[in-house]
């Protein structure tokens, strides 16, 4: 059971960034699978959630600027980031949990991935 992060990189500030998290091992589509990014010296803040019946939520730091989605014909999540913000640098990290409640807390969370480093930088 694996999650895989891909697609951080280095982004201007008011650019965007596609992060994708690939599952091995069991079916994405049927658990809450979150987005959650962590900056030095920071607590783990969850940025947004989607159930297995793609109801999402988004905290107000990413509310209209991320997007998340699921492909469960590739076994992965999305997040569209746009309108990136210096403040959005930080390692971002997927996770899934059990149920069907999507919540960007992260306890509850017991499979993570090891994350993508994301930096917005002029």
């Known amino acids: 059971v694996q999650l895989v992060e891909s697609g951080g990189g280095l982004a201007q500030p008011g650019g965007s960034l596609r992060l994708s998290c690939v599952a091995s091992g069991f079916r994405m589509g049927l658990y809450p699978i979150g987005w959650f990014r962590q900056a030095p010296g920071k607590e783990r803040e969850g940025v947004a959630c989607i159930s297995s019946d793609e109801l999402t939520y988004y905290p107000d730091s990413a509310k209209g600027r991320f997007t998340i989605a699921r492909d469960n014909a590739a076994n992965s999540v999305y997040l569209q980031m746009s309108s990136l913000k210096p403040e959005d640098s930080a390692v971002y990290y997927c996770?899934?949990?059990?149920?069907?409640?999507?919540?960007?807390?992260?306890?509850?969370?017991?499979?993570w991935g090891q994350g993508t480093q994301v930096t917005v930088s002029s």
């Open positions: 996770a899934g949990r059990p149920g069907n409640v999507a919540t960007a807390n992260a306890s509850g969370y017991g499979i």
